[in-house]
């Protein structure tokens, strides 16, 4: 047994409740080695039997599989709940906690309890540029009081684990469960004594969140939790890994959840046969009939429906950024449309500062404060660096592909406001020397610092010194891109992404800083760019559901066999998981895959992309939204897959359409539908389609492809060698491969030159 096993004592534990009170607890001692005990208690007016079973393995030998079996020998017992407890003997405040997707350094932040929601900082009135992490009032270890607790249920997570970094003693730990027992989801209730240097994690069958839940943007709930009763005879097993390795930081630690994150969880489910490139059309369609407002020339953000004006907001929810995707591969109302919006975003939504304007709602600019802001108009900088990157993508695009974007070039107001949103990045960055959550739209001045909201901008003043030809944007974008890695990414979260959760961690920001790292490693080659562009994708990959959820039987989303594996959870605050990364299709992970040949960044990214077509209303199969009382249009995505009971029901959905759309059409044009490696033989489908390869001499190869779905669908193929996947892709390369258009059900055989 190690010394890192050594500090952990488990224990098999009994327990009895009033509803969702704990009435007592009966626990039985384990030793931490390999063996088989059996106890045999009276408890709660029963006879019990109690086996565990403990397990290592020669691969993983700083590993143990506990595996624990209840029943009730004789008699029955009313509501009682088993598991393991695992007891830490040296905890402190310096340990960095993690529940995936739900918690990072224990959420140990400042708290606005009553902030209600939205939370945003013009509320609380916490301002300035040196402003901490704040939290609304979510699960949360205490920044002040010496005792505190967690409790969560395994849905409440991208994967059902608990982790921890001890920097003292340079050790990561994870603990990995399954998502249910047959009596329901698993309780992970943590609890920590800094008096006595100890910590407590009691995992338990079923999951009892005791006395109180967080709901509704509130934490203290009355917990529905309710343990079973159990029958003579009757018997429930729980499955649990513990892990512990030597790691130097945060993000050694992170990385190593990479191996973990789908060893005890149910592999994907065979996904609906529907590809992107079918569901883009429908996408498209939508968007030129429900988004399009031709009065003032814009794609709102919304599906106005009888309203006569629209809302619209840039970057973050896809404002400014759909226009690529529909600009690129869109019909010519698409293109016409896209090129007006454009027109529209550079003249009337740029504010005096040079940044853009954050909000129109009902046809009337409103600022990002939500109604707080007592006369300061309020700009999150996410937004306008979102909308930066893409307003400069589709310069690049519609100057490079004159024919097919509408003849001519990029007019001037384009690139005037690309400039003017550069150059206000830039004052900000020389006056404050940092970026920021939030600035005054009207002059540029830094409101609220702090945050990482803004983790894109890097990637846009990468870009910004190509298509701008400034090498000014490529020296700030080296600057700000190390404040962003010193400051926020080291520390093993990131923050603010959204506009309405004030600066608690989130996947938003996330996938902006990987996106912003792997920019770098494209524009200079340095090493550091790409393992800091690693240690991103793996603090990415925490907020990425590596399971496919059991949804309750008679709810929409299990009718509808959706697979839940390769959403992404937003943030700490809102506990859903969504279709696609907001608002991105997630190629820096591909670029990354290129860079490093590792295929786990492949792997992760093929679940994000395949995920999204499923939750595409169709005519043939429309999403039901029980809690709007009505089955979405044709095209329509809701952000919503809950798996978590934070709001509306598990499985359920709101009728409301969003920013997945975008994502989707993004991840249509940006990702190839088939990746192949002839001199590896590595071949992998991006898209809900199969392909293999069926022969393969010195000069070509051929590959079987299928097309399983009752739709057309469009194929890009992207082949080259491990020696070319060390060049970077030029910007445009995937979307400017040819389609290979296969019928319904379709098999053909493609043949592919090789070089």
Not at 36 to 61: E, Q, Y
Not at 244 to 268: E, G, K, M, W, Y
Not at 355 to 365: A, N, P
Not at 572 to 588: E, R, W, Y
Request: charged share 20%; with cysteine.
């Amino acid at each position: 047994m190690s010394l890192a096993l050594g500090s952990f004592s488990p224990f098999f534990h009994l327990s009895v409740y009033d509803e969702s009170i704990c009435r007592q607890r009966h626990t039985e001692a384990l030793a931490l080695v390999p063996s088989t005990n059996h106890f045999k208690p009276l408890f709660a007016g029963a006879d019990w039997a109690l086996t565990s079973r403990i397990v290592t393995s020669d691969s993983m030998p700083e590993s143990f599989d506990f595996f624990l079996t209840a029943s009730v020998a004789k008699g029955s017992a009313a509501q009682v709940a088993f598991g393991l407890e695992l007891h830490c003997a040296t905890w402190t405040r310096e340990h960095f906690l993690v529940l995936p997707g739900a918690v990072y350094d224990g959420n140990r932040f400042l708290c606005r309890e009553k902030a209600g929601y939205p939370p945003v900082a013009a509320q609380t009135g916490d301002l300035g540029p040196d402003v901490p992490t704040m939290i609304g009032d979510i699960p949360r270890l205490s920044t002040t009081d010496s005792q505190s607790r967690l409790q969560l249920l395994s849905a409440d997570m991208s994967t059902p684990a608990l982790g921890y970094y001890d920097p003292h003693r340079q050790l990561g730990v994870w603990v990995l469960t399954p998502q249910s027992t047959r009596l329901g989801q698993i309780g992970f209730d943590f609890q920590e004594n800094l008096l006595t240097g100890t910590a407590l994690l009691r995992l338990t069958a079923p999951g009892i969140r005791e006395g109180t839940r967080y709901h509704c943007f509130q934490t203290d709930r009355p917990s529905p939790d309710r343990a079973p009763d159990w029958c003579e005879n009757e018997a429930a097993s729980l499955h649990v890994r513990l892990v512990t390795f030597p790691c130097t930081d945060r993000l050694s630690f992170l990385r190593h959840f990479n191996d973990l994150r789908q060893a005890l969880v149910i592999p994907a489910l065979p996904r609906e046969p529907f590809a992107l490139s079918t569901a883009r059309s429908l996408i498209e369609t939508k968007y030129n009939r429900d988004n399009w407002h031709s009065g003032l020339g814009i794609y709102s953000c919304d599906t106005p429906r009888g309203r006569k004006l629209p809302d619209w907001q840039s970057g973050w929810i896809g404002g400014g950024m759909v226009n690529y995707p529909l600009l690129v591969q869109g019909t010519a109302e698409s293109i016409s449309h896209s090129r007006r919006h454009l027109d529209w975003i550079c003249t009337e939504a740029l504010a005096p500062s040079g940044f853009f304007k954050g909000m129109l709602r009902e046809g009337k600019w409103e600022d990002d404060a939500f109604g707080h802001s007592s006369g300061t108009r309020w700009h999150m900088t996410r937004k306008s660096a979102d909308l930066l990157l893409f307003l400069l993508k589709q310069i690049n695009w519609v100057n490079q592909h004159p024919s097919a974007s509408g003849s001519t070039p990029a007019p001037a107001a384009w690139l005037n406001a690309a400039r003017a949103c550069a150059d206000a990045f830039n004052r900000l960055w020389v006056k404050e020397k940092q970026i920021g959550q939030f600035v005054n739209e009207d002059t540029g001045d830094l409101i609220v610092g702090g945050s990482d909201s803004a983790a894109i901008l890097p990637a846009a003043l990468t870009l910004a010194a190509c298509v701008l030809d400034h090498p000014a944007y490529e020296s700030l974008a080296e600057t700000t891109a190390e404040y962003f890695w010193e400051k926020f990414a080291r520390q093993g979260y990131t923050t603010g992404g959204p506009g309405e959760i004030l600066s608690a961690p989130d996947s938003e920001s996330a996938f902006g800083l990987l996106e912003s790292f792997v920019a770098r490693w494209e524009a200079t080659g340095q090493a550091h760019w790409l393992a800091r562009a690693e240690s991103a994708a793996a603090y990415c990959a925490t907020w990425c559901v590596s399971y496919d959820f059991v949804y309750p039987v008679k709810s929409t989303f299990a009718s509808m066999q959706m697979s839940s594996t390769g959403t992404v959870i937003a943030n700490a605050q809102n506990k859903h998981s969504s279709p696609g990364i907001c608002t991105l299709s997630g190629d820096s992970l591909f670029r990354l895959y290129r860079a490093t040949g590792n295929t786990f960044y492949l792997h992760l990214l093929r679940e994000i992309a395949t995920a999204l077509p499923q939750y595409v209303s169709r005519e043939d199969r429309p999403v039901l939204a029980r809690h709007g009382g009505s089955a979405m249009p044709s095209g329509w995505i809701c952000e919503r897959v809950n798996l978590s009971d934070w709001l509306e029901p598990v499985g359920e959905i709101f009728n409301g359409s969003c920013w997945c759309e975008v994502s989707l059409l993004l991840t249509a044009l940006e990702l190839p539908t088939i990746y192949f490696r002839p001199d590896t033989g590595l071949l992998v489908t991006l898209d809900n389609i199969e392909a293999s390869l069926v022969d393969r001499s010195a000069k070509s190869a051929t590959l079987e492809i299928t097309n399983p779905s009752a739709f057309p669908v469009h194929v890009r193929i992207f082949s080259e060698t491990s020696s070319g996947a060390a060049r970077p892709l030029s910007l445009h390369a995937i979307s400017d491969l040819p389609p290979l258009i296969l019928a319904p059900r379709q098999t053909l055989r493609h043949l592919i030159q090789l070089p």
